[in-house]
Structures are given as structure tokens and as C-alpha cells.
């Protein structure tokens, strides 16, 4: 049996989730206490520590805040994979093929919390595809951003085990994608090709920081099953920040559950969960 020490106490996990929210704006909600032990213990073992007291003072203390990049990487939630909500990319190919006809406009895509890559990945070979018929964009460019520095560090290396790459075609895998094994385990892993890589760029952006550093203005904004983290006051800020940088007659998608945070304001609905800035 794990003694008193070694399981997370009601007032641990309160601390840990209050400071989890004072720096990303994500609000981990009570039945998740379970969660929050698993992945700290995991994170606390790396650390050498046994009991959480240890783990809540060490983040508390104002010179431990080296800590917090480590918190935030072990309680974000990465789930993620290719083509996920396969009609965005069909609009995405729809709307690219039109702004193909006019190559002097740049186009610029953001993947707000784009996680492992999977999501810009995905709209990089959509784009790669539309341009089989109308020939490449000359100043097209993709940024994606995340909070999570481990995530974005796996994002930039591009290479998945094959469980990830269940979205994709065995087409778009000869196509886009090169077969390695893994470094660690030897398992089969598919890593996605140097010319697409190279069509993204990865940077670290947290929602809650106050100032962002991209200017836009973005005709694609994909911001999708990351608003679901924070509650409606985070949810308001930080949508509101997004849509101004968005493009007049520019696409924003979110994910499939989060439409609400879309009511009430002055955007076209074009499809599900694709809304238009007039
Ligand atoms: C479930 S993933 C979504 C990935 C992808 N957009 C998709 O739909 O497949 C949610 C992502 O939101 C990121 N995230 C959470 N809080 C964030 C914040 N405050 N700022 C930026 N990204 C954040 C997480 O690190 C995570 O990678």
C-alpha cells in the first residue's frame, strides 16, 4: 500500500493546478486529480523526489521557477493525429485552390497549438497536393506554436511511431514520409520528408503570456481541441487575440466539441467548425 506521502493530497493538487493556471491559463478540473498525480509522480521520479509536499514547495519557491516549464510539459494534454477532422482539410484544399490564382498575395497559415506537428504537418500536404495542379505558391508560409517545449521539439524532428500516422494514406505515406527506425527502441517509425519539414516553423507560444509575438494578419488560423483547457474568461481572451490577427475574409477552425466559444460573435459559420472573418 503507498503510504500517505506518496499519494497526492487534496491540498498538493490544488497548489499544483493554481500555479499550473497562473502561468498557462489551463484549469484542471477536480475528477482530474488522478491525472495530475500519475504524471507529477512520473516527473518527481526524474527529480528524485518521494513525497509531493517536496514537488509543491519546490515550485512554489521563487528560484525553483525552472521547474515550471517541466510542470506545464507534464500536464499538457497532446492528443493528436493526421487529417483529425478530415473536413477542415478538404475546405483548406478548396480555399487554397482559389487563392492559387493570385500568387503576388502571400498566404500565411498558423497552427495555434499544434502540439507533436501532426496539424501543420497536415495542412503542409494539403497544400503540397493543391499545388500538383496550379503549381506552387511562391510566398506561402506555415508557423505552429505550442506551450509545450517537449512537444515542439518532436514536432520539429517529424518522426512518428505508427500509431500516430493512422490519418494518413499508404499514398501520402510513400508520398510525404520516409520509413526509419527509432534511435531508442528500434521500433518502425515514419518521419516526414525534409521539403514539407522545412514548410513550417515551430516556436513556442503560451495563450497566457501577454504579449505575442507574431503580427499576422493570418488567412488560416487553426486553433483546434486545445480551448477546451481553459475556462470561458481564458477561452474569450485568448480568441479574441486570435481574430485579430486573422485576415479579413480569413478561416479559423476549431475543434469539433468547442464551437460555443464562437457564439455571439461576428464571424460567418462556413462549415462545421469553420467560421469566416467578414
Ligand atoms: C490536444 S492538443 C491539440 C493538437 C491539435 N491542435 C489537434 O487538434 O490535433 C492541445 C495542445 O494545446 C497546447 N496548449 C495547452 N495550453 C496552452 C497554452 N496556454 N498556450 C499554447 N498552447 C497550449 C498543449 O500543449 C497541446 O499540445
Known amino acids: 500500500m503507498p503510504s500517505d506521502q506518496t499519494l497526492l493530497s487534496q491540498n498538493d493538487f490544488d497548489i499544483i493546478r493554481s500555479i499550473l493556471h497562473e502561468k498557462s491559463g489551463i484549469t484542471i478540473a477536480d475528477h482530474k486529480k488522478q491525472m495530475v498525480e500519475n504524471r507529477i509522480?512520473?516527473?518527481?521520479?526524474?527529480?528524485?523526489?518521494?513525497?509531493?509536499?517536496?514537488?509543491?514547495?519546490?515550485?512554489?519557491?521563487?528560484?525553483?521557477?525552472?521547474?515550471?516549464?517541466?510542470?506545464?510539459?507534464?500536464?499538457?494534454?497532446?492528443?493528436?493525429?493526421?487529417?483529425?477532422?478530415?473536413h477542415h482539410f478538404t475546405h483548406l484544399a478548396e480555399e487554397m485552390s482559389k487563392r492559387l490564382n493570385d500568387k503576388q498575395k502571400p498566404i500565411r497559415l498558423w497552427s495555434a497549438a499544434c502540439s507533436i506537428g501532426a496539424e501543420p504537418y497536415s495542412c503542409a500536404m494539403t497544400i503540397l497536393d493543391t499545388y500538383k495542379k496550379q503549381g506552387p505558391h511562391p510566398n506561402l508560409k506555415i508557423l505552429a506554436t505550442d506551450i509545450d517545449t517537449i512537444a515542439l521539439k518532436r514536432?520539429?524532428?517529424?518522426?512518428?511511431?505508427?500509431?500516430?500516422?493512422?490519418?494518413?494514406?499508404?499514398?501520402?505515406?510513400?508520398?510525404?514520409?520516409?520509413?526509419?527506425?527509432?534511435q531508442n527502441n528500434n521500433e518502425k517509425t515514419y518521419r516526414v520528408k525534409q521539403h514539407v519539414r522545412k514548410m513550417v516553423s515551430f516556436n513556442y507560444l503560451n495563450f497566457n503570456q501577454t504579449h505575442w509575438p507574431m503580427s499576422g494578419p493570418f488567412d488560416f488560423i487553426f486553433c483546434r481541441n486545445a480551448l477546451i483547457y481553459f475556462n470561458r474568461e481564458k477561452q474569450n481572451e485568448y480568441i479574441e487575440k486570435m481574430l485579430k490577427l486573422l485576415a479579413p475574409g480569413g478561416f479559423f477552425y476549431l475543434g469539433h466539441s468547442e464551437h460555443s466559444v464562437m457564439e455571439k460573435r461576428n464571424l460567418k459559420i462556413i462549415g462545421q467548425t469553420i467560421y469566416q472573418k467578414p
Not at 49 to 77: G, P, Q, R, W
Not at 155 to 182: D, I, M
Open 41 to 86: 509522480t512520473k516527473r518527481m521520479k526524474e527529480l528524485n523526489l518521494s513525497c509531493f509536499s517536496d514537488y509543491t514547495k519546490m515550485i512554489e519557491s521563487k528560484d525553483k521557477t525552472d521547474e515550471m516549464v517541466h510542470l506545464v510539459n507534464s500536464l499538457t494534454t497532446n492528443v493528436t493525429h493526421f487529417f483529425r477532422e478530415g
Open 155 to 182: 514536432a520539429r524532428n517529424g518522426q512518428y511511431p505508427e500509431k500516430v500516422t493512422k490519418g494518413l494514406s499508404k499514398a501520402q505515406l510513400l508520398e510525404y514520409f520516409t520509413q526509419e527506425k527509432s
